[in-house]
């Protein structure tokens, strides 16, 4: 199937590219033509249309005008990519169907995330980083060789600005409805000849979407992110740049909306009860020092970072009642090494990386009278690896890549315990948390890619991806295989029509073993989560990114993707929480979900956008743009339950934006989620009762509309 997709798409690639070549010798000249896009993927500066590699880099300015303020934001932007925040502020990543919903101390995200080259372990982290940004890169596809472990589903890369040598600032405030109050200011100054500064901050507030009533309100917004770099250039070959930053999330956070099918949800999707006053307090603190260094053999990059997560919350889900008191801490400590060198024949880097994570977690449910509490004060995770990638040039136009990583890594938790709270204070133990493993694995990349033309490119690529092992809450056995995922990609890269036309095209297939999903099993006489491995999934699928520069002034982006993602084996000996519904406590049914599809993986998938600009007679321009995003149903919990499944639906953006000449200020008038539809983001099976009929989840925010008003100086 996959061979077949990839000559159709070669083919479809080689005649457009026969086509555009008569069609380029008769079109008229024209200044007007697609940007080039520079971007550091493979960990070397590279025009994106140069990369066999399935790659998306959004610049900053798009990011803000698509309202683009945390990672959840580009799910309607990147093709095959699903991303959303959980009622506690943690961010779930799905790349081509490839996810993990295990991401707090005992587990890991499938897909890597970086804030300027530095990976970062709690998905809490994501939510404040949006701001002051230079571009977004997001990589589809095991990344194994250059970002190492859990970069299986990919790796999305967010890279500030950095100071520059000459003073500029930037103010820009955001006023909508729900009372929406969003602050972003920016300053850069030149010190010296050699030395600048560059600060940044980002303040985002907005009353509830989703009324509570008794309890507080929730989906609202409070949280302030800062950030701080200093440069210093004392030549052309070395540089050395520190930078900290800070980000806090308040407020009452998202909330638990309970559901039921048959679905559409009657009534006002954003009204459901809630008995408490839900709130997050999240603090995220980094810094991180790099140093480029280019000695003539080589360039040598050091990265060094230290990052501090703290986490207070307070959830209930609406359905049930039950409320979630968690309280976390999380310190990493990273460096990564690198060499690297470019010829005109060669191109290569090798380096190596160490990681240190430490966790304290304390998670508290209320059964009545006693709170099952899970406690581990001390959780740690270390990971160590070396890697090498060389590209040599066999021909001009000819290019073979190889690249291996070697990963070890080491889990652990000590002191841990279950333990039901009784209301006199007395403990009474349910288990014993004291589990770790190592784990290692060696991942490769081998590709090949040719140039049909200077403005087209062939390739093929096949690599290894890998996550590791892990435990989970409860007695033994409590312990997880690392899971492993083998790709073959073939795709093709092509600017048309003098560089007005852009077609990129790719095809892909996944053999996945051992794939992490969470399950449900009882503990303390109370259903817990766990993390299993489904045996085998398969996924394979087509992506089609298109650009149209109609006219100087007119744009269109199409986009276009399938995805077919399937559990081949997944088969539960001891079964779970549903395959055990009305049995004897301690009989245990297996569970067979081979056949099921995997959560977050739509068939369908389109993006259309048009953009068109007036140029008034001051040197002004008004520009308006409308995108509009389309996904077939899918299912959001790997059980394929109804309660799950959510129909096909579509969103659409707008704005119009007024921008003086000289882009000195601009005004911008938006509206998002047009349609006004409640998009179920997150959902999963009632596993307290258990009932496959319930569950719950959380909705994606209703239509907004607001005002940006931006300046620079």
């Known amino acids: 199937m996959i061979l077949k997709l990839s000559l159709m798409g070669a083919a479809a690639a080689t005649t457009l590219i026969a086509i555009s070549a008569h069609a380029e010798d008769a079109a008229a000249p024209t200044s007007a033509t697609l940007a080039e896009v520079v971007v550091t993927a493979q960990h070397r500066t590279e025009n994106v249309q140069k990369i066999p590699l399935s790659i998306t880099a959004i610049g ?37 169907g490839i996810g993990s919903t295990q991401v707090d101390e005992e587990g890991d995200p499938a897909a890597a995330f970086h804030l300027d ?8 982290s994501f939510s404040t980083a949006f701001f002051d940004i230079d571009r977004v890169e997001v990589l589809r596809g095991p990344q194994g060789t250059l970002y190492g472990r859990n970069a299986t589903a990919g790796s999305i890369n967010v ?3 950095k100071p520059v040598d000459h003073f500029e600032g930037a103010a820009a405030v955001d006023v909508g409805d729900y009372s929406t109050i969003n602050t972003f200011g920016m300053i850069n100054a030149p010190l010296t000849d050699t030395l600048a500064v560059r600060a940044a901050f980002q303040t985002q507030k907005h009353d509830a979407y989703a009324n509570n009533s008794p309890g507080a309100d929730t989906m609202d917004a409070d949280s302030q992110a800062a950030r701080l770099q200093v440069l210093w250039r004392p030549t052309s070959n070395f540089s050395w740049l520190v930078g900290v930053d800070y980000g806090h999330q308040g407020g009452a956070g998202g909330g ?59 959830q209930q889900i609406s359905r049930s009642g039950l409320t979630l008191d968690g309280r976390f801490r999380q310190h990493q400590t990273s460096h990564e090494v690198r060499l690297a060198k470019n010829t005109e024949r060669l191109k290569w880097v090798v380096g190596a990386y160490y990681f240190d994570e430490w966790n304290s977690a304390d998670l508290r449910l209320p059964l009545g009278g006693p709170f099952l509490v899970f406690s581990k004060p001390d959780a740690v995770d270390t990971s160590k690896a070396v890697f090498g990638q060389a590209t040599y040039s066999v021909l001009d136009n000819l290019r073979l890549t190889a690249g291996i990583r070697y990963t070890r890594d080491h889990k652990a938790t000590t002191d841990g315990l279950t333990y039901l709270l009784m209301p006199d204070g007395n403990r009474v133990t349910v288990a014993v948390n004291n589990e770790g493993g190592t784990f290692s694995d060696i991942s490769w990349k081998a590709g090949i890619d040719y140039d049909l033309s200077p403005n087209s490119l062939l390739y093929v690529t096949t690599g290894t991806g890998y996550k590791a ?3 989970f809450d409860g007695g033994v056995p409590n312990t997880y295989d690392p899971e492993h995922l083998y790709s073959i990609e073939a795709g093709s890269k092509n600017r048309f029509f003098d560089k007005r036309v852009q077609v990129n095209l790719s095809a892909y297939h996944y053999n996945y073993k051992n794939f992490q999903v969470s399950s449900v099993r009882l503990l303390g006489g109370q259903p817990s989560s766990i993390t299993v491995n489904a045996q085998k999934a398969t996924v394979y699928g087509v992506e089609l990114e298109s650009i149209f520069l109609v006219t100087p002034d007119d744009r269109i982006d199409l986009s276009a993707n399938y995805t077919h993602g399937k ?17 004897p406590a301690g009989t245990l049914v297996p569970a067979d979900y081979s056949g099921n599809t995997l959560a977050h993986a739509p068939k369908w998938t389109f993006t259309a956008g048009y953009g068109h600009t007036w140029t008034v007679a001051s040197g002004a321009a008004i520009e308006a743009h409308v995108q509009t995003h389309y996904e077939s149903n899918q299912n959001l919990d790997y059980h394929n339950f109804a309660v799950t499944h959510i ?16 882009g000195k200020w601009s005004v911008m008038a938006y509206v998002r989620n047009l349609e006004n539809k409640a998009v179920l983001i997150l ?31």
């Not at 559990?567 to 049995?583: C, E, M, Q, T, V």
């Not at 129909?647 to 000289?662: E, I, P, Q, V």
């Open 60 to 96: 900053g300015e798009n990011l803000a005008k698509a309202g683009v303020s945390s990672a959840d934001g580009l799910s309607n932007l990147v093709p095959s990519v699903h991303i959303a925040t959980d009622p506690g502020g943690s961010t779930q990543i799905a790349i081509r």
């Open 117 to 124: 080259g530095v990976y970062l372990a709690r998905a809490q």
């Open 159 to 161: 890279i500030p600005n």
């Open 256 to 314: 638990f909306r309970g559901s039921a099918r048959p679905l559409p949800i009657v009534g006002d999707p954003y009204a459901y009860p809630l008995t408490i006053d839900s709130k997050l307090n999240h603090v995220d603190q980094g810094i991180k020092s790099q140093i480029d260094w280019d000695f003539g053999l080589a360039q040598l990059t050091y990265i060094a970072s230290y990052r501090r997560e703290t986490q207070d919350d307070l």
């Open 469 to 471: 092992g892990g435990y």
């Open 567 to 583: 559990y081949d084996k997944f088969y539960l000996p001891g079964g779970d929480a549903f395959s055990n519904i009305g049995r």
């Open 647 to 662: 129909g096909s639906y579509t969103r659409t953006d707008a704005n119009l934006t007024y921008t003086a000449a000289g």
């Open 683 to 713: 959902a999963t099976p009632d596993s307290q009762t258990p009932n496959p009929n319930v569950g719950d989840g959380a909705l994606a925010p209703p239509r907004t509309y607001g005002v940006r008003i931006s300046a620079k100086f």
